[in-house]
């Protein structure tokens, strides 16, 4: 099976902008999670999205959205850029039936964000 | 709050040593808990899993253990190589999110 995807891989803005970065899960994986890598916060749960619908939320501001596809294909975006949101963004993928329970996370490569 | 703490130095070890990584929480009494490695510049990569109820796991070289008591777990890689040298993150659920750990760093010199 190939594994996640995520497009673009590296990413550069300018403060005000905003950005759209794409994940594309292991097939049959219904969950899709995002994650925020920074060296001094570490790795941090954006959200989780499961049959289209967001199932979990992490502590980030409304600037920071996405949405799941029929496909469970997943988008992020983040609006009106700061430079604090430089940072590798990472969607993971795992097998859900449905409750909420967290089986093993499969990581894609990671989006590399530099905002300036 | 609730904290995962890992060993915040990094360690360094012989080759062929036994590597013992740690991951202590509090305030929170975790379903279970799970181990990944992240090399430089990709995503991480699961390890292991272990329930509350299981107080050791193994796979090849990797053993996990889980001390509900302590609120601990340990991770140890025997006969370390170093292919071996990564950064270690543990992860427990909380309130259905994943919650990582900063990670410690593992460096096996030969």
């Known amino acids: 099976k190939a594994g996640v995807t995520q497009t673009p891989r590296y990413l550069i803005k300018t403060r005000g902008q905003q950005v759209t970065l794409s994940c594309s899960p292991i097939s049959g994986h219904r969950s899709v999670s995002w994650y925020q890598q920074t060296p001094g916060q570490g790795l941090q749960f954006l959200f989780e999205?499961?049959?289209?619908?967001?199932?979990n939320k992490g502590n980030f501001p409304g600037r920071f959205s996405g949405r799941q596809f029929s496909n469970s294909r997943s988008e992020m975006n983040v609006s009106t850029l700061e430079l604090g949101d430089s940072a590798l963004y990472l969607c993971a993928s795992s097998f859900s039936s449905g409750g909420t329970s967290y089986n093993e996370q499969f990581f894609g490569p990671g989006t590399r964000l530099t905002v300036l | 709050s609730q904290k995962i703490e890992q060993n915040s130095e990094a360690l360094n070890i012989q080759e062929g040593k036994t590597a013992t990584l740690t991951c202590n929480y509090t305030n929170y009494s975790p379903a279970y808990l799970q181990w990944y490695r992240q090399d430089p510049g990709r995503g991480p990569v699961f390890l292991l899993l272990?329930?509350?109820?299981?107080k050791e796991k193994r796979k090849e070289r990797l053993k996990v253990t889980f001390d509900t008591t302590l609120k601990q777990s340990l991770f140890h890689i025997t006969a370390s190589q170093p292919a071996d040298s990564a950064t270690y993150l543990c992860?427990?659920?909380?309130?259905?999110?994943?919650?990582f750990g900063a990670g410690t760093i593992l460096r096996v010199k030969s």
């Open positions: 992860a427990l659920i909380r309130g259905n999110k994943l919650v």
């Open positions: 999205y499961f049959s289209e619908t967001q199932r």
């Open positions: 272990i329930r509350e109820n299981e």
